[in-house]
């Protein structure tokens, strides 16, 4: 089908005569003013003259500008400015960086994102999951929560207002204030959950295959514990550490004293699905270990290079003081400058399966909007400047959960006590006992980190 013209048929021509070279020239000059004019006319009449504030930074933003400018003016719907805004800035990230730690994180999210880098946020205090219904190993399958993939409580966080308000773990979360989970993901559920502490949170929930019934919640803060100990057999000092938060490394250094105190002459340390997070933090805390030389170094653009020592203040760089380290593939980016650190400097061996693998660092940074954008900006090595990536720290002892391991079973564990019922110990515990008390390290929210992924708590 062809398009009707909006060109009006020629008008018949005059007979030809003569024309001055001076007419020339006027003629094209008054043409040039006349399509100008013409022109203008068209765009303001097009709605051309609305200012869109897009200044292009250089030559090859001009397409993006004049792409701007034209959804502005031509688009049939309205458009939400901040919804464009954010497109372009995913966008950027997505496509233009092929870095899948850099990235932008809407206000939501980054507010999230830094109230569980500093340990403490407003909510109900609960640990939550998505659990697969139809294959439980199979979460890759679960983008968002539906009729196989649930919202699940795994535990409710000691002295919190979900622990008061008789959550358990295994109650499956339905909806949240009366709306459906159904269609949302796991950061929609957190952020909703959350809220301003004092106000109430009502949760629908469904135990046991039971009928669903709700539970309404006040919110309250929520201080993260970071660490977890426990004196196994008497003689074993099990410390295990959530993630390197910017209270991770006092709660750290506390932790381990207690277990030296209590008369500990070995050590497991387990960074299991320790997702990262301060690189500073992790700094302190292979410092409790290593006495003296290089944790890692981090080596940026323009061969900058930055080298992380030993803080010289660790409270068991003991030889004598034997330690494991339990890792798996979920321990990445600050787990692995542990675990790589204490390896090579002969003060841990490493029992588990291969880290993730992630060897870059990236800086946090506010956007206007309260949103923030993750920059990697540099790499780190290990001291021997090795790099994790991308095949992870090999476990100096292979040991792994199957999918035949009962829920109370840890072989992984298993295998580290195993480990340690071989080492010497020795004869006289109190040489063990710290000499002095660990240094109150706290981070400023500046920091630079590094981190995949953040612990469901809401």
Known sequence: MTEP??????????????????????????????????????????????????????????AFCEAYDRLQREYVDELDPEQLAEGAIRGMFQYGVEDP????????????????????????GAEMSIRNTEDAADLAACTEFGPTCRLVVVAPLDDSPAEAAGLLAGDFVLAVDGDSVDGSTMNDQISRIRGESG?????????????????????????????ETSLIDGH???????????????QFAAGLEELLDQGADQIVFDLRDNPGGYIEAAQQIASQFIDDGLVFTQESAGNDIREYPSTGDGIATDPDLPVVVLVNAGSASASEIVAAALQEAGRATLIGEPTFGKNTVQVWSRLENDGGVRITISRWFTPEHNSVAPDGIQPDVAAARTAETPPEDDPVLDAALEYLAGQPVAEDTTSLAPARAPAAAGLAASLVVGIVALRAIC
């Open 5 to 62: 013209s909006l060109t009006p048929p020629p008008e018949p021509m005059p007979p030809a005569r003569s024309i001055s070279p001076i007419s020339w020239v006027i003629a094209l000059a008054l043409g040039a003013v006349v399509g100008a004019l013409l022109f203008a006319g068209g765009y303001l009449a097009a709605g051309g003259g609305r200012a869109t504030g897009c200044a292009a930074p250089d030559e090859s933003f001009a």
């Open 101 to 124: 730690n850099s990235g932008y994180m809407p206000p939501e999210d980054f507010q999230q994102a830094l109230g569980d880098l500093s340990g403490a946020f407003s909510g109900i």
């Open 199 to 227: 106000t109430d949170v009502t949760l629908t929930l469904q135990r046991d295959g039971g009928e669903p019934f709700d539970v309404t919640i006040t919110r309250a803060t929520i201080t993260l514990r970071e660490v």
């Open 236 to 250: 074993i000092g099990y410390i295990g550490l959530n993630q390197f938060s910017s209270k991770a490394s006092e």
